[in-house]
């Protein structure tokens, strides 16, 4: 079996994320450094033409609805700031924010909103410049705070290293669909592709391709900070040191987490779950350097997965793992290695 995903595969399907509607009514004439209070919808193109401007745009009121119709926010030849961030002179900060169908190119941030509650990003093709190996900081989607959304976004890292793709901090986030293509090389290491880190978070249907290993600990997909559950299913990640990571906020008693159906190749660890209270169920993990499916604490209910052509191990569980049966492993380690520890794997079909 051969479980690798196509690189190119994964930037043609982020390049294809944009649906470009028809211009609506009301089109605004925006500049680069505007500031907006209402909501708009862009008429056109947006140009940051100085290098290193410190922003693009600003969100500065609740309940702003930003259409960009199709168009593009665009830095400069030497790259900027922030491509849309959000300033408020409440210091609950703004909520209910939405940015539509668009592209911001050329940014260390794509989208920097913080602190921000009950706001979406929908349809938003994000490509952060590439700075030279000393810069640090660039990100695609960055917010801050409760019940936010990015779905069906789609994230190009250039830059050497630096902050996840799509990183969400707070309780009951969501991350749906969206395409992360993440930058790095050997010598300087990596992005993380869609972070959450808080209560209830849901990641669904996301797709990561990682750069080759290198110094940094780079996550596909990955919840943490959650002590009553979290959500992490059907996510496709490639060549991530961690493809899917589940760790609940403190070691034992806590968690609940769901990591299902996901599928991961290349890397390090395919699936690492740090969670007593997790189910692990129909995931596929493969050619993993190290192991498929990597479980930390006791109490991990595991079930019906496939682990194959791994460094080392198919599936590691600690003394008093969960093992709900119907788990399968071949091909994994060099034959001295058992195919799984403390579960039980049968044999793959023969082909």
Not at 87 to 97: E, H, I, M, N, T
Not at 129 to 143: K, M, P
Not at 232 to 260: F, S, Y
Request: negative net charge; proline residues 4%.
């Amino acid at each position: 079996m051969n479980g690798r995903i196509c690189l190119r595969a994964v930037l043609t399907a982020a390049a294809g994320l944009l649906l470009l509607a028809g211009a609506p009514a009301h089109a605004a004439h925006v500049q680069c450094g505007d500031t907006l209070t209402t909501s708009t919808t862009l008429d056109g193109d947006v140009l940051c033409a100085d290098d290193y401007q410190p922003y693009g745009l600003r969100i500065a009121a609740d309940n702003v609805l930003l259409r960009m119709n199709g168009h593009a926010l665009r830095a400069g030849l030497g790259g900027g700031g922030v491509g849309i961030s959000s300033s408020s002179p409440d210091a609950d900060g703004l909520q209910g924010v939405r940015i539509k169908r668009g592209s911001i190119e050329g940014f260390l941030a794509g989208v920097d909103l913080a602190p921000i509650d009950d706001s979406t990003i929908f349809k938003v093709n994000v490509t952060t410049n590439a700075f030279d190996s000393q810069e640090l900081g660039d990100a695609g989607i960055l917010l801050t705070g409760h019940r936010n959304r990015v779905e069906q976004s789609g994230v190009s890292l250039l830059a050497p290293f630096g902050d996840p793709g799509i990183r969400l901090a707070g309780n009951d986030v969501y991350a749906w669909g969206n395409v992360v293509a993440a930058g790095g090389d050997e010598s300087s290491g990596g992005h993380s592709g869609v972070v959450a880190i808080g209560e209830r978070p849901r990641l669904v249907y996301n797709r990561v391709a990682c750069s080759p290993l290198g110094q940094l600990s780079v996550a596909g997909v990955s919840a943490s900070g959650y002590t009553e559950y979290a959500v992490v299913n059907r996510n496709l990640t490639q060549d991530c040191t961690e493809g899917v990571v589940a760790q609940a906020a403190v070691a034992a008693g806590a968690g609940g987490g769901r990591v299902a159906l996901n599928h991961t190749a290349g890397g390090n660890v395919g699936i690492r779950v740090q969670d007593g209270s997790a189910t692990v169920n129909r995931n596929i993990a493969e050619e993993a350097s190290d192991t498929g499916i990597l479980l930390s604490l006791a109490g991990t209910f595991v079930r019906a997965n496939a682990a194959h052509n791994n460094g080392s191990y198919g599936i590691y569980g600690p003394e008093g793992t969960v093992d709900g049966g119907g788990n399968v492993a071949g091909g994994n380690g060099d034959g001295t290695n058992p195919q799984c520890v403390n579960v039980s794997c049968s044999p793959p079909p023969p082909p």
